[in-house]
């Protein structure tokens, strides 16, 4: 019973941070769902215009989408403030790039 247990629980959390009629947010939501294919996560999407987050997430990442945020599953969710604590990557990024990280998320 815990092995099933165990299945249902990701090691990692990934937070897309996104906008409407992104063309690079459409290609990081095709590797992720290429890395989730092979490593199952959770995964969160915030779209930066319609984040309600002080500081904003628009003002960190206007100009950067997509972003992603990688941490363990067990992490706190992400806030503006410490986002430059997070794992992350920008722009274009491929499906190796991100289970790099999530193995460097698993460590800590």
């Known amino acids: 019973m815990q092995a099933t247990r165990r299945l249902l629980q990701y090691a990692c959390r990934i937070t897309l941070f996104t906008r409407e ?3 690079l947010c ?5 590797v992720l769902s290429d890395v989730w294919d092979s490593r199952p996560f959770q995964f969160k999407e915030v779209d930066i215009i319609k984040s309600d987050s002080k500081p904003s997430w628009r003002d960190l990442y206007e100009f950067d989408v997509p972003v992603i945020h990688i941490s363990k599953s067990s992490a706190p969710e992400e806030h503006p403030e ?3 604590k997070a794992i992350s990557l920008m722009h274009r ?4 790039m991100v289970h790099e990280n999530m193995n460097q998320a698993e460590k800590e």
Do not use: L, M, V
């Open 21 to 23: 009629n992104c063309g």
């Open 26 to 30: 459409t290609e990081a939501k095709t």
């Open 82 to 84: 410490a986002a430059a």
């Open 93 to 96: 990024f491929t499906a190796h």
